[in-house]
């Protein structure tokens, strides 16, 4: 225990003494983060209109098919959940509720939800909702019974930046994780560091722990600058304001860490030298930097890509991250999320014992 | 000097793979000796030493250290033994005092880091890093971290090869010094001159095998008897004396 600690310790008064250490791990993730932030990259969809079809009748089909008709609208049909995501994440501009009794004899309210910033859009959508009533009632009977209101709300959308915040995060995690680690060990282990610890009494494990334990301290702080930087810079919010949304990020930053530093350690314990390491490392990283929805929804992907995609490691700590401090989901709902982490812990912990060697 | 028995190697081999690095090799060695390794390059001798430093492991053969067998208690035997070894480095960004008193920690030992410093000479180097020590430097606190356990046994892979003259002869005069404390030291050298003058007792090793054991003087007298003249005719002097004594004997570094 002690033996662990002063690793530990050592471990990490050697990182802060190496002034780019803690610079690099933060500068491209804030590049990564401000530059596609800021840009807006990915915020350029068609204007989207969300409907509640709360009533699933043959009249409100019709008026959702008249709506759909209108080319420069597009729609979606969705659950109120869904769509409560999709508005933070700035994917909808506005959501139509159609209430359950909603028919062409009784007078009914149509709601038109939007939020404060898509005040401009939400406008066009009324007026286009508006003359689509018109032409049914016209076309009916029982004349105006149909009333359009629209409900304002305050204003909860972050738009990409909120999506991209804990992608970039969780990326970073990862980096810092499997190449902080490989960069150091292999080094020792090149320069003799490690044949020197072996000839004293302790324990491989004490070494290995106080490396582990040094290393999720540096990402954990890691991950805090990284959203301070994102509220600050990017004006982003956690977990609508829940403190609960805190815990959750770092646990999934510590289950993270652990994952990603247990990948490191075995590809530093495996590889003689870093001729070998660093294209392990590269090759293990560069795919989940593309394909486990750090910077997009994997839908866009093709079918397969897109399921190899869900199941790396880094997929897992992703969803937990971004559902953490976009929508402040509680922890039982994540826990899928927590339970794939920690089976990809022990995959990983049992092939790094298994081919780990000293030199 | 005592002649109690603190080290035993009976029939050492080692292979790697289908080479054979150590053939067959027996030794023993009296706690307070300086005894030493001899040999060419790749004739063994670290992997002779590293056996007994539990760092290895024979493939056939025992090693035995105050009386503990290596390969079955190795745990036991590294809390006793002190180890410099000949490819090895420290933690580059820690303070030499940081590095040893880390030592201490792994050895469970309280101890003073600057008066382990100080005892090799490196009190002018408490707050500097590894990495910038002069190779010199780097061999001393290899030393002064060996100490921290107070071992019975050292253990001594050719701290002077790569040292100019003036590190060199410093170096000896430090490990003269850890003998006079009653240390068992175990060196291994290419450099005849520094059996001479360091060792009781020597063992010439070659190809994995020991070709002869004495102290240095019997083995020169021996070679004598039987006949053999020296090639060139002694001179009071050789090229070292002269180098030295025209740049002096002080250490150089800094
Ligand atoms: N890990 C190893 N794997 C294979 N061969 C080795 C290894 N270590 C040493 N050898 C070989 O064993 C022989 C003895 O090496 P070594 O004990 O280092 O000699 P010395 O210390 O006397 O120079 C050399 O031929 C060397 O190449
Ligand atoms: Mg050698």
Redesign the pocket.
């Known amino acids: 225990m002690k033996i662990s600690l002063i690793i530990a310790i050592a471990t990490m008064k050697m990182y802060f003494r190496r002034s780019q250490s803690l610079f690099w791990s933060l500068f491209f993730p804030v590049v990564l983060m401000i530059g596609l932030g800021f840009y807006g990259f990915g915020e350029f969809s068609p204007s989207k209109l969300g409907i509640i079809d709360g009533a699933k009748n043959q009249y409100s089909k019709e008026l959702i098919k008249a709506i759909s008709e209108k080319k420069y609208i597009e729609i979606e049909i969705n659950t109120r959940e869904k769509f409560d995501k999709k508005v933070l994440e700035g994917k909808i501009d506005s959501v139509l509720v159609i209430p359950d009794n909603y028919n062409h004899n009784n007078e009914v309210k149509i709601i038109l939800e939007f939020e404060e910033s898509k005040e401009i859009i939400s406008h066009s959508f009324e007026d286009t909702i508006n003359s689509v009533i018109e032409t049914i009632d016209s076309e009916n009977v029982n004349n105006n019974t149909q009333k359009l209101s629209s409900k304002i709300q305050n204003n909860s959308n972050q738009g990409y930046k909120g999506f991209l915040v804990p992608g970039i995060v969780s990326l970073a995690i990862m980096q810092s994780g499997i190449l902080g680690v490989v960069f150091t060990l292999i080094s020792y282990k090149t320069q003799g560091v490690l044949r020197r610890l072996q000839a004293t009494p302790i324990s491989s494990a004490h070494f290995l722990i106080g490396q582990l334990a040094s290393r999720l301290v540096i990402i954990t702080i890691q991950t805090i600058l990284l959203f301070i930087i994102g509220i600050l810079v990017l004006n982003i919010n956690i977990g609508q304001g829940s403190i609960l949304a805190w815990v959750n990020i770092l646990i999934f930053s510590l289950l993270g860490s652990i994952l990603f530093l247990i990948i490191g350690l075995a590809i530093s314990g495996a590889s003689p030298n870093e001729d070998y390491a660093a294209p392990i490392a590269n090759l293990i990283t560069f795919p989940m930097m593309f394909l486990s929805g750090v910077f997009f929804e994997n839908d866009v992907l093709p079918y397969w890509i897109k399921i190899i995609g869900q199941n790396l490691p880094l997929s897992p700590l992703v969803t937990g991250m971004r559902e953490s401090s976009l929508y402040g989901t509680n922890t039982l709902e994540l826990l899928p999320e927590v339970g794939v982490i920690i089976l990809w812990i022990i995959v990983c912990f049992i092939i790094g014992i298994k081919t780990f060697k000293w030199e | 000097m005592t002649s109690k028995e603190i080290i035993r190697v009976e029939k050492l081999i080692k292979k790697?793979?289908d080479?054979i690095?150590?053939n067959g090799i027996d030794f023993s060695v009296n706690e307070g000796e300086i005894f030493g390794l001899l040999?060419?390059?790749?004739?063994?001798?670290?992997?002779?030493v590293e056996i007994l430093e539990g760092i290895r492991t024979q493939t056939s053969g025992e090693a035995l250290i105050n009386g503990i067998n290596v390969s079955k208690e190795t745990k036991k035997v590294k809390e006793i033994i002190g180890v410099q070894l000949?490819q090895a480095a420290f933690f580059d960004k820690l303070t030499l005092v940081e590095i040893i008193e880390m030592f201490g920690v792994f050895y469970s030992v309280k101890i003073d880091a600057k008066s382990i410093l100080g005892k090799v000479g490196l009190q002018d180097k408490f707050g500097s890093f590894y990495k910038p020590l002069s190779g010199g430097q780097k061999q001393r606190l290899s030393i002064a971290v060996a100490l921290v356990n107070e071992p019975k046994v050292l253990f001594l892979?050719e701290p002077t090869t790569g040292l100019d003259p003036q590190a060199r002869r410093n170096m000896w005069e430090l490990i003269k010094n850890i003998r006079s404390e009653g240390k068992t030291i175990i060196l291994?050298t290419h450099y005849m001159e520094e059996a001479e003058e360091l060792c009781d007792r020597v063992a010439i090793?070659d190809t994995?095998k020991i070709i002869t054991i004495d102290t240095p003087n019997n083995l020169i007298l021996e070679l004598l008897n039987s006949g053999f003249k020296g090639e060139h005719k002694i001179k009071e002097a050789n090229l070292e004396d002269v180098f030295l004594n025209l740049t002096g004997k002080n250490l150089r570094e800094n």
């Open positions: 790697y793979d080479f690095a150590v040999g060419p390059n790749g004739a063994g001798k670290t992997t002779t000949q892979d291994t090793i994995g």
